[in-house]
């Protein structure tokens, strides 16, 4: 039964149709309809869907939030005004303004001829666009294919390998309660490689609702490392669904992040469609107060010889609520898949709460799959031992945290990042702000 929180956008795309599709590309317009009419018959999920049984879906879809559908600019530089927490990585540097991407003659670094980086709605086509995400009957995604106007393309040609980091700032930027739909396009062929991070960022204390859908489409032999960093505030829910399909031998690395929050709900489905693909998919949660993390993941491996290894690690303070529920399937003729799945969490409080579920699901019998999880406090025996050596207690825990989540870190290749995430989660034990330095947006 449709409920308020549905409502609200089929009455609003039913009113503005025609200003969405004005304000946007025909790739992407080509898609808004047949998402509308599966969003009609659905509705936000509810906890009683396995997938979201750790999130309340419609509460968070509730309130009546503002949209910037006439794509009205705003009146700001991010190149002169912003300064990311993660600087000085020498990487190629792009701005999306809550979900437009930032067109401006400063130089960004050099790309390799043929590398696109760019607005979507200026370079998308009906080739790539929505061909995963609309194969998931998700309400979010539905709901972000119709009122996505623009976002982010990236495009690696045959054989081309990008040395240098491609580098994201998504600020969310607003004077009132702000929704934001993003679409990120990400697009390597045979044989190329790419390293690209996002990083988000609140530039603004107000009430931000994100919707985020990433599509990635690996080639043969191509390899892709994709970062995803949030250090928002606790007035921003966001929501992101990533699909990524991944051809013969390539390789992906999802890397994901979060600092800062307030409510979070990642969602991954990564697919191992070609024989000899390896996926890694890492995550690292550091929250307290009130603030909500939960990612769900779904790796299915459709072909044999292939591997997946996902490790996942909270730390949870205060009245922190964590949720992991990883999936792996190995689909019938899928022989020879080697698969591991670890999620292993730190409850700093009795009133902290980490719901975890990892699960197999195996049509296959010449397998390697293994999956286990912990709930745990931190080790009494390594506090004791700390203590007899003059380390005071709150020392002791904070060195003890950063150990923890340190496994995920050391395994980022980007070294500039990794030595630059140890610094700001030793920060964000500590209790010291994510305003970064020297950042006019953030006064």
Known sequence: ?????EKQYIDLYTQARQIICEHSSDAMNAVRDEAFERF??????SKKVERYKYTDMQALFAPDYGLN????SIPVDPYHAFRCDVPNLSTSLYFVVNDAFFHSTEPKGHLPEGVIVGSLKDFATT????????KDNDAVTNLNTILAQDGLYVYVPKGVVVDRAVQIINILRSDVPLMVNRRVLIVLEEGAELKLLFCDHAADDREFLSTQVIEAYVGKNASLDLYCLEETH??????????IDQQANSRVKHNIITLHNGITRNKLDLMLSGEGAECACYGCVIAD???HVDNNTLITHHVPHCTSNELYKYVLDDEATGAFAGRVLVEHGAQKTVSQMTNQNLCATRKARMFTQPMLEIY???VKCAHGSTVGQLNDAAMFYMRQRGIPEKEARTLLQQAFVGEVIDRIELESLRDRLRYLVEKRFRGELNKCEGCKLCK
């Open 1 to 5: 039964m449709i409920t308020s929180s």
């Open 234 to 243: 606790h007035k921003n829910t966001r929501v992101s669904n990533v699909y």
């Open 69 to 72: 559908l006439q794509r009205l």
């Open 40 to 45: 009609k018959g659905q509705t936000f999920p």
């Open 364 to 366: 296959a019998d010449d």
């Open 289 to 291: 107060k009130q603030q």
């Open 127 to 134: 080739e790539y666009y929505n061909r995963l995400a609309g």
